[in-house]
C-alpha cells in the first residue's frame, strides 16, 4: 500500500457524460500528479498541482481539468467523454516538485469506462 | 522531446532463469531514472531508483539496475525469476533540476514466468 488512495475504482459511463477522479495523496506530500495509462498510449503525465497550484501540463485534451484543494487531495475531471477516453488513470504525490531528487508513490487507479 | 525506449514488448521465461530488460533514455543532461512493476490488476510499485553515486542500484525483491550513462541505459536484471515475478515492468525518467517534475515513462515490458 503506497499511501496514495484514489476514488472511484471503477467508472462506467455513457459518452458525452461528465465524471470526476478523487485522490488523495501520502500524508506530507504537496505534489499530485496525474497519468493516463491506456493500450496504446501508455503511461502518459497529464497534469501536476504543487501545493494547490498548477506547475506542469503534459498531454492533457482541453475537455480535462484538475485541482488540488487546500487539504491537498485532487480531482481530475473528465468532460464530453468519448469512447478513446477509456483508460486507466493514475495519481501519484511526492514530497516535493520538479526536478528534485523526490519519488513519486502511484495510487491504485481507476479504471473508467466509456460506453 | 526526452522519450524511453524498452527494447522487449513481452519476456517469457521460465523459473529460475535469468533475467534483463533493457531501457534506453535520450536526455543530454542529468536524470533521475526508476524501475517500477504493475502487478495484474494492481497498480505501480517502485522497485528501484537511481539518483547519483554507485550506479548499481539495489531495490526490492532481488531486483538490481544498472546506470552507464556513456550508453543512456538502465537496465533491470534479477538473476534468477520466479514465478511471482509475472508483472508489467515501466522504465521512467525525470530530468533533474528542470522545472516538469513529472515522470516520462517507456511502453513497459511484459514479464511471464512459466512454472
Known amino acids: 500500500d503506497s499511501g496514495v488512495t484514489q476514488t472511484p475504482k471503477h467508472l462506467i459511463t455513457a459518452t458525452g457524460q461528465r465524471v470526476t477522479l478523487r485522490c488523495s495523496p501520502r500524508?506530507?506530500?504537496?505534489?499530485v500528479y496525474w497519468y493516463q495509462q491506456s493500450l496504446d498510449q501508455g503511461l502518459q503525465f497529464l497534469i501536476h498541482?504543487?501545493?494547490?497550484?498548477?506547475?506542469a501540463k503534459g498531454n492533457i485534451l482541453e475537455r480535462f481539468s484538475a485541482q488540488q484543494f487546500p487539504d491537498l487531495h485532487s480531482e481530475l475531471n473528465l468532460s464530453s467523454l468519448e469512447l478513446g477516453d477509456s483508460a486507466l488513470y493514475f495519481c501519484a504525490s511526492s514530497v516535493t516538485t520538479s526536478g528534485g531528487t523526490d519519488t513519486q508513490y502511484f495510487g491504485p487507479g481507476t479504471r473508467l469506462t466509456v460506453l | 522531446a526526452q522519450s524511453v525506449s524498452q527494447h522487449n514488448h513481452h519476456v517469457i521465461l521460465s523459473e529460475a532463469a535469468s533475467l534483463e530488460l533493457g531501457c534506453n533514455y535520450s536526455y543530454g543532461g542529468t536524470v533521475n531514472l526508476f524501475w517500477y512493476v504493475q502487478y495484474p490488476g494492481q497498480h505501480l510499485q517502485l522497485l528501484l531508483k537511481?539518483?547519483?553515486?554507485?550506479?548499481l542500484v539495489k531495490g526490492i525483491k532481488g531486483f538490481e539496475a544498472e546506470f552507464i550513462k556513456s550508453k543512456f541505459s538502465f537496465n533491470l536484471r534479477k538473476p534468477s525469476v520466479q514465478w511471482s515475478d509475472t508483472a508489467e515492468y515501466f522504465c521512467?525518467?525525470?530530468?533533474?533540476?528542470?522545472?516538469?517534475?513529472?515522470?516520462?515513462f517507456g511502453k513497459g515490458t511484459k514479464l511471464s514466468v512459466k512454472p
Open positions: 537511481y539518483f547519483s553515486g554507485d550506479p
Open positions: 521512467a525518467v525525470k530530468p533533474y533540476g528542470g522545472s516538469q517534475g513529472n515522470l516520462i
Open positions: 498541482y504543487y501545493n494547490g497550484e498548477e506547475r
Open positions: 500524508s506530507g506530500d504537496l505534489s
